[in-house]
């Protein structure tokens, strides 16, 4: 079974790490297969870099519109800098990231697994309860020798902690109160 990485906490940075990982194994000549949960967006650099890195970079999104800047009646959160209203998940986003977890495993029961699966945001949607944390531990039982997992999210339960190989926390030491998102930069 591969390693597995986890990159968790309050910091921004989680998935750009993810992604540093990934550019560093397509460069290499690596199979890569991301898979973000809770995201929907498609005009993120990770998305439009799949027409660029060509076909060892592949990118799935199983979220759905509304998550972030969502209607009243959802949560305020503080988001590398700036606030965000995030609703409440819903039945609809259970059966969302469900798929994304089947999805997963049938990419690394195929006949050609990547040597490196990103699970982008499994750790947030696990705390959340948008999936079973012990779906995500049969899952990451189940990896191939030569595959690799990055698992990503602001809050993680303490089960993923211990099944990690490498676990990293991205801590905000400081943001200004104020801040706009820059394209290329936070996406």
């Not at 921004?12 to 995201?39: D, E, N, P």
């Not at 799949?50 to 509304?66: C, D, M, S, V």
């Not at 977890?101 to 490196?116: F, M, N, Q, S, T």
């Amino acid at each position: 079974m591969g390693h597995i990485y986890l990159y968790y906490g309050t910091g921004g940075g989680k998935t750009t790490a993810s992604l540093g990982i990934a550019l560093r194994s397509v460069a290499h000549g690596h199979h890569v297969i991301v898979i973000q949960f809770l995201k929907h967006w498609k005009e993120t650099g990770e998305y439009k870099a799949a027409k660029l890195l060509g076909p060892n970079y592949e990118i799935h999104q199983f979220g759905r519109q509304g998550w972030i800047k969502a209607p009243k009646g959802g949560d305020e959160v503080r988001i590398g800098g700036f606030k965000a209203s995030v609703r409440r998940p819903s039945e609809e986003d259970k059966g969302v990231a469900a798929e994304a977890l089947r999805y997963a495993e049938r990419v690394i029961k195929g006949d050609h697994p990547p040597e490196l699966l990103i699970l982008d945001e499994v750790c947030l949607a696990a705390h959340m309860n948008i999936v079973d944390t012990a779906d995500v531990l049969a899952l990451l039982d189940k990896l191939p020798e030569t595959t690799d997992a990055v698992l990503t999210g602001r809050y993680t339960p303490q089960k993923l902690i211990d099944r990690a190989d490498f676990v990293n926390e991205v801590k905000e030491i400081k943001a200004p109160s104020t801040f706009v998102a820059r394209e290329g930069i936070q996406y």
